[in-house]
């Protein structure tokens, strides 16, 4: 490594530290909350209406309304690994509904979406009726004669990683006990499960659960670190109260052989899970049979921080098991049912010709289920677009053919034809394309102007009328395509520029964009290692998704062929 490239990373942390030092918040300054209407605003305007036949949104709040489906009742907030965090507070998409509907709300939960079993951390309580449950550390094992408690804390999440625990004072192996009561809502047979990077068993009322303490199998719990999701079943009776009690051992307690490629951190962890078990069939034939019986009707699918994570990857696209089956027998039953879709990435939408509204909703923070409810009812119209392209079939993702290693290599043979720019090389139209995204009210883009001045400069105008009948936002999109080339291939066209504009019923404004133009029209030059901008004439195109129906186009001209290096 070069000292000039070493001094350069140095230099990259000391000033992050130096901004640090600027915040003027003291070194381990307590937590405080923050609850921000922008956090709301935020979960509003990134959502996609993908499709609205027949204006079945936004809905009437006079009318009743069926909510349906997985992530009704859970707070889908984020990806998980890194990209999770502990909230304050959570909203539901369901209580979101239900804040917003006048006439009533009825609910029925179809299928589950999770691939483990949810945590129940949040539905414990402890001894003194506090919402959790309780963890005592100890040095000696619990066959020991004296046990002395090192520390004692009450937790709300039973997904529990000890990284970054500092206590100086823990023997090689130490343990955890974890206890807390829980109340069935429902009878039935309830499922348990018990994920370790250590080992432990749980129990309810003293009775043996689930044993992941012998002939331990690896899986991708504690991001490859831990074990499958050992499971167990009891019959429970509402209402009762059950005392769940789990004794754990830290991660060298563990005899299991560490799976290859696998970074082992930390001193270990636990994850506690279990629900009602669900007759899949039996719950969707319930869920069609309430659709059928009402005028409005959402179902919530998609994926969650379990399914989308760093340390893994989908093998797939397909939403998780029987969801396509609850969402066809829903539409089936109502046709006009509102399909809305929470994931970081594209899911298949097999049902997607049959169903008439699609939203796609990401994870939306912890204001998702208000952020989503004040566009499903019209208090905010949609205004998002497509950061990424969805194609119909896993197959036709430019990555496919290539998502393998070879002799040690990762191979990118899709070259520069990723998102937008492979489905219109190969002619293969996607699900929804990239940049599309429908509003509540319609606009029209008129008149486009190019205005070439000095410096490279082009700047790119055009006009957009708000001709519905509410206000809205559009987001005026600016795409290059370049003239043949000798040397390179180059995309149909790639988008250089974008601009947001407000708009109220019947109002007019107009749209400037700035670029570039060596820019706009550079590809890189592996040849002479710089970017390089052919002299030609290139076509700006001006519309409201990568696929408009209809495109303003105007030419523009570079007179001489530039290289450059850097930006």
Same mark, same amino acid.
């Given at each position: 490594?070069?000292?000039?490239?070493?001094?350069?990373?140095?230099?990259?942390?000391?000033?992050?530290?130096?901004?640090?030092?600027?915040?003027?918040?003291?070194?381990?300054?307590?937590?405080?909350?923050?609850?921000?209407?922008?956090?709301?605003?935020?979960?509003?305007?990134?959502?996609?209406?993908?499709?609205?036949?027949?204006?079945?949104?936004?809905?009437?709040?006079?009318?009743?309304?069926?909510?349906?489906?997985?992530?009704?009742?859970?707070?889908?907030?984020?990806?998980?690994?890194?990209?999770?965090?502990?909230?304050?507070?959570?909203?539901?998409?369901?209580?979101?509904?239900?804040?917003?509907?006048?006439?009533?709300?009825?609910?029925?939960?179809?299928?589950?979406?999770?691939?483990?079993?949810?945590?129940?951390?949040?539905?414990?309580?402890?001894?003194?009726?506090?919402?959790?449950?309780?963890?005592?550390?100890?040095?000696?094992?619990?066959?020991? %004669?004296?046990? =002395?408690?090192?520390?004692?804390?009450?937790?709300? /999440?039973?997904? *529990? $990683? @000890?990284? !970054?625990?500092?206590?100086?004072?823990?023997?090689?192996?130490?343990?955890?006990?974890?206890?807390?009561?829980?109340?069935?809502?429902?009878?039935?047979?309830?499922?348990?499960?018990?994920?370790?990077?250590?080992?432990?068993?749980?129990?309810?009322?003293?009775?043996?659960?689930?044993?992941?303490?012998?002939?331990?199998?690896?899986?991708?719990?504690?991001?490859?670190?831990?074990?499958?999701?050992?499971?167990?079943?009891?019959?429970?009776?509402?209402?009762?109260?059950?005392?769940?009690?789990?004794?754990?051992?830290?991660?060298?307690?563990?005899?299991?052989?560490?799976?290859?490629?696998?970074?082992?951190?930390?001193?270990?962890?636990?994850?506690?899970?279990?629900?009602?078990?669900?007759?899949?069939?039996? %719950?969707?034939? =319930?869920?069609?049979?309430?659709?059928?019986?009402? /005028?409005?009707? *959402? $179902? @919530?699918? !998609?994926?969650?921080?379990?399914?989308?994570?760093?340390?893994?990857?989908?093998?797939?696209?397909?939403?998780?098991?029987?969801?396509?089956?609850?969402?066809?027998?829903?539409?089936?039953?109502?046709?006009?049912?509102?399909?809305?879709?929470?994931?970081?990435?594209?899911?298949?939408?097999?049902?997607?010709?049959?169903?008439?509204?699609?939203?796609?909703?990401?994870?939306?923070?912890?204001?998702?289920?208000?952020?989503?409810?004040?566009?499903?009812?019209?208090?905010?119209?949609?205004?998002?677009?497509?950061?990424?392209?969805?194609?119909?079939?896993?197959?036709?993702?430019?990555?496919?053919?290539?998502?393998?290693?070879?002799?040690?290599?990762?191979?990118?043979?899709?070259?520069?034809?990723?998102?937008?720019?492979?489905? =219109?090389?190969?002619?293969?139209?996607?699900?929804?394309?990239?940049?599309?995204?429908?509003?509540?009210?319609?606009?029209?883009?008129?008149?486009?102007?190019?205005?070439?001045?000095?410096?490279?400069?082009?700047?790119?105008?055009?006009?957009?009328?708000?001709?519905?009948?509410?206000?809205?936002?559009?987001?005026?999109?600016?795409?290059?395509?370049?003239?043949?080339?000798?040397?390179?291939?180059?995309?149909?066209?790639?988008?250089?520029?974008?601009?947001?504009?407000?708009?109220?019923?019947?109002?007019?404004?107009?749209?400037?964009?700035?670029?570039?133009?060596?820019?706009?029209?550079?590809?890189?030059?592996?040849?002479?290692?710089?970017?390089?901008?052919?002299?030609?004439?290139?076509?700006?195109?001006?519309?409201?998704?990568?696929?408009?129906?209809?495109?303003?186009?105007?030419?523009?001209?570079?007179?001489?062929?530039?290289?450059?290096?850097?930006?």
């Amino acid at each position: 490594v070069k000292k000039s490239e070493l001094n350069d990373r140095i230099r990259a942390i000391l000033r992050l530290v130096s901004s640090g030092l600027r915040t003027s918040i003291p070194e381990n300054a307590p937590k405080l909350e923050l609850d921000r209407p922008e956090d709301r605003t935020l979960a509003r305007q990134t959502q996609v209406l993908l499709k609205n036949e027949g204006n079945i949104l936004p809905f009437d709040k006079d009318k009743r309304i069926a909510v349906i489906g997985p992530n009704s009742k859970i707070a889908t907030i984020s990806g998980g690994g890194s990209a999770s965090l502990t909230p304050y507070y959570t909203v539901t998409l369901f209580e979101g509904v239900s804040a917003k509907a006048s006439a009533g709300v009825e609910w029925a939960q179809g299928v589950y979406s999770h691939q483990m079993l949810p945590t129940i951390g949040s539905h414990l309580q402890t001894h003194n009726g506090r919402e959790g449950f309780t963890i005592k550390l100890y040095n000696n094992p619990p066959e020991a %004669s004296h046990r =002395e408690l090192l520390e004692e804390r009450t937790l709300t /999440d039973s997904n *529990v $990683l @000890f990284a !970054g625990f500092d206590r100086q004072d823990l023997a090689h192996i130490w343990h955890v006990d974890a206890e807390g009561i829980f109340t069935a809502a429902e009878s039935g047979l309830y499922d348990f499960g018990l994920c370790v990077y250590g080992t432990a068993r749980l129990y309810i009322d003293d009775e043996l659960i689930v044993d992941n303490v012998e002939n331990q199998r690896s899986g991708p719990s504690f991001i490859g670190c831990g074990t499958v999701e050992e499971t167990g079943t009891k019959e429970l009776v509402a209402g009762q109260h059950y005392k769940i009690f789990l004794r754990w051992a830290s991660a060298n307690s563990s005899t299991r052989v560490k799976p290859d490629g696998v970074v082992l951190f930390g001193h270990g962890g636990f994850r506690i899970a279990g629900c009602k078990r669900l007759d899949f069939d039996v %719950s969707i034939m =319930e869920a069609a049979d309430l659709a059928r019986s009402v /005028d409005q009707v *959402v $179902l @919530f699918t !998609g994926l969650s921080g379990e399914w989308e994570s760093e340390g893994q990857d989908r093998p797939h696209m397909n939403l998780p098991p029987s969801n396509d089956d609850l969402i066809s027998a829903v539409l089936d039953a109502n046709p006009n049912t509102v399909i809305v879709v929470q994931s970081g990435t594209p899911v298949a939408m097999p049902w997607a010709d049959k169903a008439k509204a699609i939203v796609q909703a990401w994870f939306g923070g912890n204001e998702t289920g208000n952020g989503i409810a004040d566009v499903l009812y019209g208090d905010v119209n949609p205004s998002g677009k497509l950061p990424l392209t969805m194609p119909r079939r896993i197959q036709d993702n430019p990555a496919y053919s290539n998502y393998r290693c070879e002799g040690g290599r990762t191979l990118y043979g899709e070259d520069m034809y990723v998102g937008y720019r492979w489905y =219109e090389n190969i002619e293969t139209a996607p699900l929804f394309p990239f940049g599309h995204g429908l509003s509540y009210t319609t606009f029209e883009m008129t008149n486009l102007e190019l205005r070439q001045g000095g410096s490279n400069n082009l700047t790119v105008s055009c006009q957009v009328e708000n001709n519905g009948g509410r206000a809205g936002a559009q987001v005026v999109q600016v795409y290059v395509a370049a003239p043949k080339s000798h040397y390179v291939g180059r995309p149909v066209k790639e988008l250089k520029g974008f601009t947001k504009v407000f708009l109220e019923a019947g109002e007019t404004d107009k749209v400037e964009i700035d670029l570039d133009l060596v820019q706009a029209t550079s590809y890189w030059d592996e040849i002479e290692d710089k970017w390089c901008s052919e002299a030609g004439t290139y076509k700006i195109m001006v519309g409201d998704s990568s696929a408009a129906t209809k495109f303003l186009t105007k030419k523009a001209t570079v007179e001489k062929t530039t290289w450059w290096s850097g930006l």
